[in-house]
C-alpha cells in the first residue's frame, strides 16, 4: 500500500507565493511519475504539473513561467513552488504518484488534497 500526503497550501494574495509539499510513503521499487492536480469549485480535475522518472517536466498552459515542479527522488517526494498566483489558482490541490511494488505490480495513488485560496 502506498500512501500519498500533501501539505503547504493555505490562503494568500494575489501575486504572492505558496509551496506545496507531498511525500509518498510504503513498499515503493520504482517511482515512475509524480505529479501535481487541481480542482476548481464546479469544474473538472485538472493535470498542473509532472515530474517523471527521467527528469522530464510537464506544466498546464495556464502555470507555465509561474509554477515550478521539483522532484527528490531519494525520498519520493515532489515540490510545487507557486509564484504570482491569481485568484483562478483557487482549487484543491492533489499529490498523484505512479511507479511499480515489489510484486512487481504497478500503483497509483492520490493524496487527500491540499486548500488553495487566492484572494484578489
Known amino acids: 500500500q502506498v500512501r500519498v500526503a500533501e501539505s503547504g497550501g493555505g490562503l494568500v494574495q494575489a501575486g504572492g507565493s505558496l509551496r506545496l509539499s507531498c511525500a509518498a510513503s510504503?513498499?515503493?521499487?520504482?517511482?515512475?511519475?509524480m505529479a501535481w492536480h487541481r480542482q476548481a469549485p464546479g469544474k473538472q480535475r485538472e493535470l498542473v504539473a509532472s515530474?517523471?522518472?527521467?527528469?522530464?517536466?510537464n506544466y498546464a498552459d495556464s502555470v507555465k513561467g509561474r509554477f515550478t515542479i521539483s522532484r527528490d527522488n531519494a525520498k519520493n517526494t515532489v515540490y510545487l513552488q507557486m509564484n504570482s498566483l491569481k485568484p483562478e489558482d483557487t482549487a484543491v490541490y492533489y499529490c498523484?504518484?505512479?511507479?511499480?511494488?515489489?510484486?512487481?505490480?504497478?500503483?497509483?495513488?492520490w493524496g487527500q488534497g491540499t486548500q488553495v485560496t487566492v484572494s484578489s
Open positions: 510504503g513498499s515503493i521499487v520504482r517511482m515512475n511519475v
Open positions: 498523484y504518484a505512479r511507479g511499480i511494488l515489489p510484486t512487481t505490480e504497478d500503483f497509483d495513488s
Open positions: 515530474f517523471a522518472r527521467g527528469g522530464s517536466t
